[in-house]
């Protein structure tokens, strides 16, 4: 083997370990972790009277690819990574005033993380819903 060759098996050795340590994203870490999650949907009228709306009533309203995110994450769902679906709540916010049928006069959304590794995460959008 050449020298080239020795640096490239090492290179290709060490990179999963680097990734794992330092949890930094690279080598294979996408399959490496999961997360389970749930998003938690409250409307409340102008009274300030709460009500819960279901994740999957947004389902129909999303693209294919994003349904599995909302079909049923009223339980908590496992999954490899919710990041996308983290930094969008406000527009998950704005979808379920819309889905509400004008009921809700604010809706707040919580996503709730519990990863394999680390600590739990709560993220929470509240939006006042344009009627």
């Not at 409340?44 to 079909?71: K, M």
């Not at 919580?110 to 394999?116: S, Y």
């Amino acid at each position: 083997m050449t020298r080239v060759h020795h640096l490239a098996a090492a290179f290709v050795v060490s990179l999963p370990l680097v990734g794992a340590l330092g949890d930094a994203g690279l080598a294979f870490t996408m399959y490496a972790s999961s997360v389970s999650y749930r998003v938690v949907i409250d409307g409340s009228d102008g009274a300030g009277r709460r009500h819960a709306i279901a994740p999957t009533l947004l389902a129909s309203r999303v693209g294919r690819s994003a349904q599995p995110f909302f079909a049923g994450a009223d339980n908590l769902r496992r999954t490899y990574d919710v990041r996308a679906l983290r930094v969008r709540l406000p527009e998950v916010a704005r979808l379920a005033c819309a889905a509400d049928e004008g009921r809700s006069a604010a809706v707040t959304v919580v996503l709730e993380e519990r990863p394999g590794r680390g600590e739990p995460r709560t993220t929470r959008a509240e939006i006042t819903c344009s009627r």
